[in-house]
């Protein structure tokens, strides 16, 4: 059963970078042919996908936040982040890390971290 774990601070100041780390155990990130995303929840809307990291280490965001946002991984702690730079109000949500399912939508999913953009 693999896991996903959410880490990072709940609240970050305006212009600051918002980093956030998913700790994976049962099963490795590097597995062939999973994708590691990132997913976001603002107060009172949908879900929104923000970008992901494949098994190759090959990361994608979504281009409406292409030019703030850079997703890594560290395969030695079986680990991938999410970084946001500028971070305005506007990126006030609940955080969510998940694992893409072979067929289709995601399979597994963290519990979600709250994070707060305020001064």
């Known amino acids: 059963q693999v896991q996903l774990q959410e880490s990072g601070p709940g609240l970050v100041k305006p212009s600051q970078t918002l980093t956030l780390t998913c700790t994976v155990s049962g099963g490795s990130i590097t597995a062939n042919y999973y994708h590691w995303t990132w997913i976001r929840q603002p107060p009172g809307k949908g879900l929104e996908w923000m970008g992901d990291?494949?098994?190759?280490?090959?990361?994608k965001t979504s281009p409406s936040l292409k030019s703030r946002t850079s997703i890594s991984r560290d395969t030695s702690k079986n680990q991938f982040t999410l970084q946001l730079n500028s971070v305005t109000p506007e990126h006030t949500a609940v955080y969510y890390c998940a694992r893409d399912s072979p067929s289709g939508g995601m399979e597994y999913w963290g519990k979600g971290t709250q994070v707060t953009v305020s001064s």
């Open positions: 990291i494949n098994y190759n280490g090959f990361a």
